[in-house]
């Protein structure tokens, strides 16, 4: 069953419990309030039936009968009884019952008794007279009353019926409507296949329980979407890629043994095979860790890494390394504190470094300045560099996989380290872009905002 169906059925269900439970309680009070206003109507029989009968001494049986009927509606089988001190009968209607003495006692002892006997209700009074003491008793059915609860029955049969089609009907339109954006997601859903992993489903803007499971579903396919991009990435431009180098390998070793050659020259044919295979360990090392970006991303937990700190460890292991490039770091606080992100410090440390060592690859090893601002809204690394910056054609793809601007004949990358630091800033949302470009070098801007 559908969840609308049984949203729908537990609903009217549940009204339809408490709609019974109103109408049954309607239905007993009503029928207690008639029972007793038809007990008062049968006392106030009693106590009109002592005046007349005790307090009119001289009048009969016969004349206090014809008084009655003639002033007093008769009431459905209505019979009276008028008992003396002994027990004993002094007025009887005709056809009537006649009392058993614990009936009577009972009576005499209370003062007023009242009870149900069958459909007739009872009432009997103990009355104090000049000539004795008497029982009065009372009993008729209260046919209007009965009569009346059919009806109520009867209406309220029909009230319940339509009652409960109309919330079975709107129960079923209000489940409809709740779940209608789970019926969009569910449709929205079927229609992602593995050739657009970009497509994402509505989330809509109620922040319910729909509208979060949207989001996480589009979490999970933003996921999925970066490790399927990963697969093709590698699928499609791998085998390319290494492909180029291994070719220029074996084409030299093959015309290093075509003939005899000097040592300068197997010297030289060394050299460029070792060149090539630099080259074709960057483009794998490269594509490793792209390839394990998610994986370590995904089992590292994140801790809180100083950028501040970050920063230094970069300029210093550069400091270390022979030769070293020059990397000057700014710092410029608005806060006077340093800005603390939530990430993988290794994963980030190779982000930043990438752009670093982008900028001194490019720049010829000129000097690459690195500013760290921050300000109440987030943190901003700004990566200059001093090379002839980048060419409007390549502007747009420079972030793009095995993209590489050639710059001058000697310096071509693998066109994997702007794509892999831009891809591990996003997962700690972060941003990359580049700021400016031109003759006197290019700016790249790394942005956390404070979450």
Known sequence: MKIKDRLALYFTLASTLILLFVLFATYFVFAKFMESDFFDRLSDRTRVTANLYLEAD?????ALRRTRNQYLEKLNSEYIRIYDANNEPVFIDEYGSTWDNQTIEKIRNQGRVQFKNGLNQVVGIFYRDNQGDFVIIASAVDQSTIYRLEKLKTVMFFIFITIFIVLLLSARSIANRILRPLGIFIEEVKQIKSSNLNFRVQEGSNKDEISLLAANFNKLMEHLEQAFVLQKTFIANASHELRTPVTSMMIGAEIALSKERTAEEYKSALHSILEDAEKMDEIITGLLRLAHTDVEYGSASLEHVSLTGLLRSIQLEYNRAGNPPELALEFKSVLKEDFILSANPALLKIAINNIIANGFKFSNYKAV???????????????????????????????????????????????????????????????????????????????????
């Open 58 to 62: 001289e009048m009969a049986p016969e």
């Open 369 to 451: 300045r690195c500013i760290l601002e921050v300000d109440a809204e987030g943190t901003t690394i700004r990566i200059k560099d001093g090379g002839p910056g980048i060419a409007p054609a390549d502007v747009q793809s420079i972030f793009d996989p095995f993209y590489s601007a050639q710059v001058r004949q000697d310096q071509h990358g693998t066109g994997m380290g702007l794509f892999m630091a831009k891809k591990i800033i996003n997962l700690f949302n972060g941003t990359l872009v580049l700021e400016e470009t031109g003759a006197e070098g290019s700016t790249f801007k790394v942005y956390f905002p404070r979450l």
